[in-house]
């Protein structure tokens, strides 16, 4: 993942103007912080806070690391014996036998059995994309029967590190909700399953409706085209009501496009909007 730098007056600032263009929330990036903001004389800022982020890595830290973190070059437990190879039970406690008095040996300790990650464990290894997207559309199956909906769900790879899963089908409107909330919640939830059932925390699990995400992008572009038409026009800049990192993230990509306008956020989440603005002429 290609990692953006941003600057802002405050730490937060910047890291918001990050995740803007990434169009991911905070959970999914990871920053590096360049430049502490720096104060001048009567609080005047000297220089602004620099920081670099990117998506959060999908793959999980190498096995040596995982090794070293969780110090497994430590003591073991349980064995019997001390460094020195002596036993460590008491002095007066004598070895078992059997019934006839013969000594027995200590019966071989089990084998440990490795139990499947939990949500919130360590990853030991990637899990596919597309296991990941069949345990998400079992359970997006699951849910639209649950909802008496006729509707068929597929998946889509978007990019090695990117799976959709398509619901489509006629009357969805139920699973999208009012400016896609209920569509937001449906994702975060078969993001939940997946990782419980799988242990995946790599990969970025992305669910549509009826091409409702699609739609949005583009009624969104062609919004942000007027908008900027009336910047342009009037000569004053427009803030827009607060949107999703998704959405301003296609905000801020078509009014790059356009010439004679910028765009910054201002805000916090999740109130935080766009700004679109007339650049300043020389």
């Given at each position: 993942?290609?990692?953006?730098?941003?600057?802002?007056?405050?730490?937060?600032?910047?890291?918001?103007?990050?995740?803007?263009?990434?169009?991911?929330?905070?959970?999914?990036?990871?920053?590096?912080?360049?430049?502490?903001?720096?104060?001048?004389?009567?609080?005047?800022?000297?220089?602004?806070?620099?920081?670099?982020?990117?998506?959060?890595?999908?793959?999980?830290?190498?096995?040596?690391?995982?090794?070293?973190?969780?110090?497994?070059?430590?003591?073991?437990?349980?064995?019997?014996?001390?460094?020195?190879?002596?036993?460590?039970?008491?002095?007066?406690?004598?070895p078992r036998g059997d019934g006839d008095g013969r000594r027995t040996e200590p019966a071989a300790p089990r084998p440990r059995r490795e139990?499947?990650?939990?949500?919130?464990?360590?990853m030991t290894e990637d899990v596919p994309l597309d296991r990941q997207a069949e345990v998400a559309k079992g359970f997006l199956e699951g849910?639209?029967?649950?909802?008496?909906?006729?509707?068929?769900?597929?998946?889509?790879?978007?990019?090695?590190?990117?799976?959709?899963?398509?619901?489509?089908?006629?009357?969805?409107?139920?699973?999208?909700?009012?400016?896609?909330?209920?569509?937001?919640?449906?994702?975060?939830?078969?993001?939940?399953?997946?990782?419980?059932?799988?242990?995946?925390?790599?990969?970025?699990?992305?669910?549509?409706?009826?091409?409702?995400?699609?739609?949005?992008?583009?009624a969104l572009a062609r919004f942000t085209h007027d908008v900027a038409g009336k910047v342009l026009e009037s000569g004053e800049a427009i803030?827009?009501?607060?949107?999703?990192?998704?959405?301003?993230?296609?905000?801020?990509?078509?009014?790059?496009?356009?010439?004679?306008?910028?765009?910054?956020?201002?805000?916090?989440?999740?109130?935080?909007?766009?700004?679109?603005?007339?650049?300043?002429?020389?």
């Open positions: 993942m290609e990692w953006v730098e941003t600057t802002g007056r405050t730490l937060e600032e910047a890291k918001d103007a990050a995740l803007d263009q990434l169009g991911v929330d905070e959970q999914d990036a990871e920053f590096e912080v360049l430049e502490e903001p720096k104060s001048g004389l009567f609080g005047r800022l000297r220089s602004e806070a620099r920081v670099r982020a990117r998506v959060r890595p999908t793959r999980p830290p190498a096995k040596d690391e995982r090794r070293s973190r969780r110090g497994g070059g430590g003591a073991r437990r349980g064995g019997g014996r001390d460094q020195g190879g002596r036993d460590q039970r008491g002095s007066g406690e004598r139990r499947a990650p939990r949500n919130g464990d360590e849910l639209v029967a649950e909802f008496g909906q006729q509707a068929a769900v597929a998946v889509h790879p978007i990019d090695e590190d990117t799976v959709e899963v398509r619901v489509t089908g006629d009357d969805l409107g139920l699973l999208i909700g009012p400016k896609g909330q209920t569509l937001a919640a449906i994702q975060e939830l078969a993001r939940t399953v997946v990782q419980r059932q799988t242990g995946a925390h790599n990969g970025r699990l992305v669910v549509d409706v009826a091409g409702y995400r699609q739609a949005r992008r583009e803030r827009l009501e607060p949107m999703t990192p998704a959405d301003r993230k296609v905000v801020h990509d078509t009014a790059n496009e356009i010439d004679g306008v910028s765009t910054t956020s201002e805000g916090e989440e999740p109130r935080r909007r766009v700004v679109i603005l007339p650049e300043p002429t020389i």
